[in-house]
């Protein structure tokens, strides 16, 4: 990446970003993420998604697997799978700064006609390489649109569309090619992950996300515990509590409002629940996020 190109992400990130140092663009889908110092430990469940860093570090775990990534180099993922994140190197002189992507079932089944396939016995989720060439300049134009709004609305599809194309041409395409096959089990479990995260506070049964899926319930537990490595109970509590402890940092909101707000019935159920994904009892991870914060500021 070239220093113009994060210049131009860290003045976006710094009119736009929220408190998580999440900066939305008018691109759908395409996000700037800043930071100034090391972070906590964050849980979250991701979507398929590209991200380039600029500058800094971060680590992804998945399991018992670690991936460093710095500047320069892309992390990957092309499925919903649990991680837990951290960003290792920031200062307020040299901020973390990385752009991030969700990758399209739509772009990559239209575009998966038209490129040759690259096989590949590849099938882990997650992935860490240097950036290809072609990757980080589609990304850094798209950075420069931000800056050009009558020209967003006319060239940002075709970049998008761009961007996915260097992916699907470059060593992971095949991984990415499933994301876009519409039979295929990952876009299947995809439609019910996309249920799971719309009506996440909801009680939603396992028979009605496998008919989304167009499974049977079996075969469904079977490929949904693979594409996500958790099952569909275990995916939709970690939504909610992921969520839960959002209400509480950043919208001030009470452990029992929280519990409520994302369809849990009994706050005792809940905190037992939020402290063994967490560590911490709801109050105290708060107090804890809150003071380390503040040490930060």
Same mark, same amino acid.
């Given at each position: 990446m070239t220093d113009p190109t994060l210049r131009t992400a860290l003045r976006h990130a710094e009119t736009h970003a929220d408190p998580d140092g999440i900066a939305e663009t008018p691109i759908p889908g395409f996000v700037i993420i800043r930071a100034d110092h090391p972070s906590e430990l964050q849980r979250s469940i991701l979507q398929p998604v590209v991200c380039l860093v600029l500058q800094g570090s971060k680590r992804v775990m998945m399991g018992t697997d670690v991936y460093d990534f710095a500047k320069g180099d892309s992390l990957l993922i092309t499925a919903d799978?649990?991680? %837990?994140?951290?960003?290792?190197?920031?200062?307020?002189?040299? $901020?973390?700064?990385?752009? #991030? +992507?969700?990758?399209?079932?739509? /772009? @990559?089944?239209?575009? #998966?006609?038209?490129?040759?396939?690259?096989?590949?016995?590849? /099938?882990? $989720?997650?992935?860490?390489? #240097?950036?290809?060439?072609?990757?980080?300049?589609?990304?850094?134009?798209?950075?420069?649109? !931000?800056?050009?709004?009558?020209? %967003?609305?006319?060239?940002?599809? &075709?970049? /998008?569309?761009?961007?996915?194309?260097? +992916?699907?041409? *470059?060593?992971? *395409?095949?991984?990415?090619?499933?994301?876009?096959? $519409?039979? *295929?089990?990952?876009?299947?479990?995809?439609?019910?992950?996309? @249920?799971?995260?719309?009506?996440?506070?909801?009680? /939603?049964? =396992?028979?009605? %996300?496998?008919?989304?899926?167009?499974?049977? =319930?079996?075969?469904?537990?079977?490929?949904?515990?693979?594409?996500?490595?958790?099952?569909? +109970?275990?995916? &939709?509590?970690? !939504?909610?509590?992921?969520? #839960?402890?959002?209400?509480?940092?950043?919208e001030g909101c009470s452990a029992s409002h929280a519990a409520y707000a994302v369809g849990y019935e009994s706050v005792p159920q809940f905190t037992r629940e939020y402290g063994r994904l967490f560590g911490l009892p709801p109050a105290q991870d708060t107090k804890t996020a809150q003071d380390r914060a503040r040490a930060g500021a």
């Open positions: 799978v649990p991680t %837990l994140s951290q960003i290792t190197r920031a200062n307020p002189a040299a $901020p973390y700064v990385s752009l #991030a +992507l969700d990758l399209d079932p739509a /772009v @990559i089944a239209d575009l #998966a006609g038209e490129i040759r396939p690259v096989p590949s016995n590849d /099938v882990a $989720p997650v992935r860490v390489d #240097a950036t290809d060439r072609e990757v980080a300049d589609t990304a850094g134009r798209l950075v420069h649109l !931000l800056e050009r709004p009558a020209s %967003l609305a006319v060239l940002q599809a &075709q970049l /998008v569309r761009e961007m996915h194309y260097w +992916l699907m041409s *470059g060593r992971h *395409g095949d991984a990415i090619r499933r994301l876009g096959w $519409p039979d *295929g089990h990952v876009q299947r479990v995809g439609q019910a992950v996309a @249920i799971l995260r719309r009506d996440y506070a909801k009680s /939603v049964s =396992v028979a009605q %996300l496998a008919e989304a899926a167009g499974m049977s =319930v079996s075969a469904f537990h079977q490929h949904f515990r693979a594409v996500t490595s958790l099952s569909p +109970l275990q995916f &939709q509590k970690q !939504l909610r509590l992921i969520e #839960a402890r959002r209400l509480m940092r950043t």
